[in-house]
């Protein structure tokens, strides 16, 4: 019996054990214990690639490290000061730990609005306050090319304008071998075997000749203007009264420049550039001989403490009342940048009234009645591309401290052309250029053009809008061709009268309304490097201008004779 209980405790014990490892085949084990999760450090944030320009960055003149204050507008890439950590704009998103460099220029949080690209600069003290008039100038960060600000002041970009040619490319143009007629029947151009070229208005009368190295363009007003381009790079400009100017290269370091003296009114003036090659067209552009200190050009980049009234004295002058119907000053000046719009276009159409006079032709009617044609808003265009002017000149005369001579292709036309913005030209002589429907028409001095859409790759000119004529030939809203040579001549213009109208600011500073400068404007300029073999003023100008008057009477007369053989009579 005892045997018997034993026996059965035994089963129990081993069906026990059975059922004990059975369970331990059906019961999954637990997971092993996770590893804490690794957090990685987001790389540093690297600045977005900046634009690409053809010339070293230009930096904005010296003023306080302030950013701007916020505006509630969009502003585009707004550049923080690379001394200020900034944290990243709230997306509602976890961030991480994203780690941001102290010297990433870090965009503003969208607004679902156009910024137009505005750039701030981190040394720029605050935009220049409202004036209720269309001069609300904006401080631009001058490395980058912007548009004006929207509004009343804003850009040029619904003008009424004819179709653009064919292509959609500027191409100069070439009238065909022999003579083509107008719809009335009369000569319309003339080009020789040779090369030698007429072209001829509605009335019959000649609007320009080219030969093979001479121009000759007769404006509506009854002027005349020469133009002569030598192999040797020589250029002359000159009217039938003999003024104008000589233009002759000279060498510094073995680069070629340029010196140019002009003659008006009995007195010879020089001027100097530097030549370059773009695009396989020779050009020169305009160099300063001095640069001012940074801290005058700083006074005269950003906005004045107020704005300021200035008594231009023209009152009295004839040029003035005749251009009344296309030129009114402003009434007062917030910068120094439509200060400068002003002394520009009076620069111009002074010249324009004085190349009437020449003529000694009957004078057209003078403009007058209704508003004026350079309206607020074709001024402050040119107010801004003065600054833009502004601001480099103030990094070229950084460069010269350092005796670094200027780049060519910086300071001039191919980094207007290579920033993908529109910029603003005042044309400074006669020119005879062909509009979108191939007719010929004439720019004449003080009239303003556009350029929207920089030209292809492969093209020697571009396409520009009329933004303001004085209605002799070429209408606003028009689309006209103009060649690089002209573009680059219009910009050495622009940035001769700005050395000319910082020259009178400093010194009138103070005086006849205008603010005083700052401790520091006054100091002595800064020469260029080529300065001190820069040559003089050419004192034989004023009788190489009127032997080439003399030979273009002879070379155009020729070229009219060769047209009527080959055309018959009108």
Request: net charge positive; charged share 15%.
């Amino acid at each position: 019996m005892k045997t018997l209980h034993i026996s059965i405790s035994l089963l129990v014990l081993a069906g026990a054990v059975l059922l004990s490892a059975d369970d331990k085949k059906t019961t999954k084990p637990p997971p092993p214990p996770r590893k804490a999760a690794v957090t990685k450090a987001a790389p540093a944030v690297s600045a977005p690639p900046t634009r690409t320009n053809p010339a070293p960055a230009v930096k904005p003149p010296a003023s306080v490290s302030t950013p701007p204050p916020s505006t509630g507008q969009p502003s585009g890439k707004r550049v923080y000061s690379p001394t200020v950590t900034t944290p990243p704009p709230s997306t509602g998103q976890p961030t991480g730990k994203r780690v941001y460099s102290p010297t990433v220029t870090t965009p503003p949080p969208s607004t679902g609005q156009p910024s137009g690209k505005r750039v701030y600069s981190p040394t720029v003290t605050t935009p220049p306050p409202s004036t209720g008039q269309p001069t609300g100038k904006r401080v631009y960060n001058p490395t980058v090319a912007a548009p004006p600000p929207t509004g009343s002041g804003g850009p040029i970009t619904h003008l009424p304008t004819k179709p653009l040619p064919n292509s959609g490319k500027p191409t100069i143009y070439q009238p065909p071998v022999g003579v083509t007629r107008g719809s009335n029947g009369r000569l319309a151009t003339f080009r020789s075997p040779n090369g030698n070229q007429a072209r001829f208005g509605a009335d019959g009368h000649v609007r320009s000749v080219h030969t093979h190295d001479m121009t000759i363009v007769h404006p509506p007003n009854g002027g005349r203007q020469v133009v002569v381009e030598r192999m040797d790079h020589t250029r002359i400009v000159t009217n039938g009264a003999g003024h104008g100017y000589v233009q002759k290269p000279f060498t510094y370091r073995g680069h070629e420049y340029a010196s140019r003296t002009y003659y008006y009114n009995g007195r010879p003036y020089v001027h100097y550039y530097r030549s370059y090659t773009y695009r396989g067209v020779y050009l020169v552009g305009y160099t300063p001989v001095r640069y001012y200190s940074p801290v005058f050009y700083g006074w005269a980049y950003h906005p004045w403490g107020r704005p300021v009234v200035y008594a231009w004295g023209w009152g009295g002058s004839p040029w003035y009342g005749y251009y009344g119907g296309y030129f009114a000053p402003y009434p007062n000046y917030p910068s120094a940048s439509f200060w400068l719009t002003d002394y520009i276009i009076a620069t111009n159409l002074q010249l324009a009234y004085q190349q009437q006079l020449d003529a000694q032709a009957q004078m057209q009617p003078a403009y007058g009645g209704g508003p004026v044609a350079l309206t607020p808003e074709v001024k402050q265009a040119i107010a801004d591309e003065v600054q833009r002017q502004l601001a480099l000149e103030n990094s070229e005369g950084q460069q010269a401290a350092r005796n670094v001579d200027t780049d060519p292709q910086s300071s001039g036309l191919p980094r207007m052309l290579a920033d993908g913005e529109s910029h603003v030209f005042v044309a400074s002589n006669a020119l005879d250029v062909t509009d979108a429907q191939g007719q010929s028409c004439v720019v004449t001095e003080g009239d303003v053009l556009q350029l929207q859409t920089p030209p292809p790759q492969d093209a020697s000119a571009g396409f520009l809008n009329v933004l303001a004529s004085k209605g002799q030939d070429c209408p606003k809203g028009d689309v006209v061709t103009i060649a690089f040579s002209d573009l680059q001549e219009m910009q050495n213009n622009m940035r001769a009268g700005i050395d000319g109208g910082l020259q009178q600011l400093q010194q009138q500073a103070g005086q006849q309304g205008l603010p005083q400068a700052p401790p520091g404007a006054n100091a002595a300029p800064v020469q260029s490097a080529f300065a001190p073999i820069a040559p003089p003023p050419d004192p034989n100008v004023s009788g190489e201008l009127g032997q080439q008057a003399q030979a273009s009477n002879q070379a155009e007369q020729q070229v009219i004779s060769e047209a009527g053989a080959a055309g018959g009579s009108q």
